[in-house]
């Protein structure tokens, strides 16, 4: 196993007190770094982005663009991506199997070079991840699609036509990808039944600032004029994680006495504030930070709306599902949790029970959580990045020392977690495993 699999962070529990205090700041958002990372396809000028995060997907992300011959310089928190010297449309395997990611790059390959040969980006722990909506929208905007064992291979010699695509559902990478094919498709595309996240709003600015015409980013339908090749004249400053914000508020609201949670948009992440302040958590929210000075223990049992359901933004993110499942675990009352956007989302549930939790899971996408329950430290082995950081916030709660594995998920997508958790009071150590 390679090394990185074995790192693991050991962590001494709080025992419920409310504790921890300081700054926490958020970074660049991961979801929005690597389909403007693969946007640079879309230009012979260099694309230069920053407050970028120092993660794993990242790096995953950049080796990919720099095997299709992208070069790429990067420092502390800013990347310079330029695909002047692409010399192939074939998206390497092994990284392509290990990211889904790498599907937000068919789109401008195909836009720009008239192909793009890639593996299903394949499923993970989550669900089965399809992706029938981008086969469909290249075939409808003129592609020819051959499937090869496990490979596409998908062709539009003559370039990609502008369309009127209508998504059978909402889905972010589908939306960014033809967003971006549809840049320098021949005429208008509308793309309907749109991602409205502001990860989309991010891209689309971005292509504007690169040339391209479009509109409608942040509805469910967008219009792209296609033209000419993109050019960046100017830096773009990636927007802030507001998955990281959600779940440090999260993590504030159980165990933060005095906590600022700094460089965010506390505007992407209306529905966690207003759910927060709904279970008596006071919260001070600035321009760019959020601050929560309590002693008090959040309480759901007053809320009417007890059914959580994940949606698409601005609803309850899918992406914090498991931190606020810990969250239920802590404070009293009775809360269903309905997974709506992914069919395997709630694995990770098994080891909180082992915790103390009071979770009853009714089927793969809906359960009962009860609290509060006290839970006990113990080793846990993350299956994904969201439930990886999940398990971090039980053991800080916690009674004693847990072992968090598989480090190398929680580093995919939270850069330095455990200096910054260490920087307001959390007890917790990198270990080689
Ligand atoms: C993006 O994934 C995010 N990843 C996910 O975050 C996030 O959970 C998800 O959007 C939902 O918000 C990135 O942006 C890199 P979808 P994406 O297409 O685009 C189904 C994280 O931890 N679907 O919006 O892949 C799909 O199976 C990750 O940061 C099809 O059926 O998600 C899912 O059920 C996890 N066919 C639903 O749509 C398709 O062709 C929404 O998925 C495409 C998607």
């Known amino acids: 196993m390679p090394q990185d699999l074995k790192e693991q962070f050991v962590i001494q529990g709080l ?132 499937h ?14 502008g369309v009127t695509i209508f998504f059978d559902l909402v889905s972010v990478s589908a939306t960014e990808t033809f967003m971006m094919a549809a840049t320098l498709a021949q005429g208008t595309t509308v793309l309907e039944n749109c991602a409205t996240e502001p990860e989309v709003v991010f891209l689309a600015e971005l292509l504007r600032r690169g040339g391209a015409q479009i509109y409608g980013d942040g509805t469910s339908t967008i219009h792209i004029e296609g033209g000419t090749l993109l050019a960046f004249t100017e830096s773009v400053e990636v927007i802030p994680d507001r998955i990281e914000t959600s779940s440090f508020l999260l993590l504030a609201a159980l165990a933060g006495k005095h906590i600022s949670i ?54 309850f993110p899918t992406d914090i599902q498991a931190p606020l499942t810990v969250f239920l675990t802590q404070v009293s009352g009775e809360n269903t949790v309905f997974e709506t956007i992914f069919e395997n989302r709630l694995g990770y549930t098994d080891d909180l029970i082992k915790m103390g939790a009071d979770i009853t899971v009714w089927n793969p996408q809906k359960m009962m959580v ?25 053991a800080i709660v916690a009674e004693g020392m847990s072992v968090v594995g598989n480090a190398y998920y929680i580093d995919r997508g939270y850069q330095h977690i455990e200096q910054r958790l260490r920087a307001i009071g959390a007890d917790i150590q990198r270990s080689k495993g």
């Open 15 to 146: 025992s419920g007190v409310k504790s921890l205090e300081g700054t926490i700041t958020v970074g660049g958002a991961k979801n929005a770094v690597l389909p403007a990372s693969a946007a640079s396809l879309l230009s012979d000028t260099p694309l230069t982005l920053t407050n970028v995060p120092y993660i794993e997907d990242v790096l995953r992300m950049s080796e990919l663009l720099e095997g299709l011959g992208v070069t790429i310089a990067k420092d502390a928190s800013s990347l310079t991506l330029h695909a002047k010297e692409v010399h192939t449309s074939h998206i390497e395997r092994e990284s392509a199997k290990r990211m889904r990611s790498s599907v937000f790059l068919t789109g401008p390959l195909l836009a720009r070079f008239g192909e793009a040969r890639f593996p299903h980006p394949g499923g993970c722990v989550i669900g089965e991840r399809p992706i029938d909506q981008f086969i469909k929208g290249f075939a409808k905007m003129g592609a020819s699609i051959a």
């Open 370 to 394: 009860r609290g509060p329950r006290k839970l006990k430290g113990r080793e846990l082995m993350s299956p994904d990045l969201r439930a990886g950081l999940a398990f971090i916030m039980a």
């Open 262 to 315: 700094e460089n965010c948009n506390p505007q992407h992440v209306r529905i966690m504030t207003q759910y927060l302040e709904s279970t008596g958590v006071p919260l001070e929210i600035g321009g760019n930070h959020i601050r929560i000075h309590s002693n008090t223990k959040p309480n759901t049992s007053f809320i009417s709306a007890r059914d959580i359901r994940t949606h698409e933004y601005p609803g």
């Open 148 to 161: 090869e064992d496990e490979w596409y291979v998908v062709r539009a010699k003559g370039g990609l036509k």
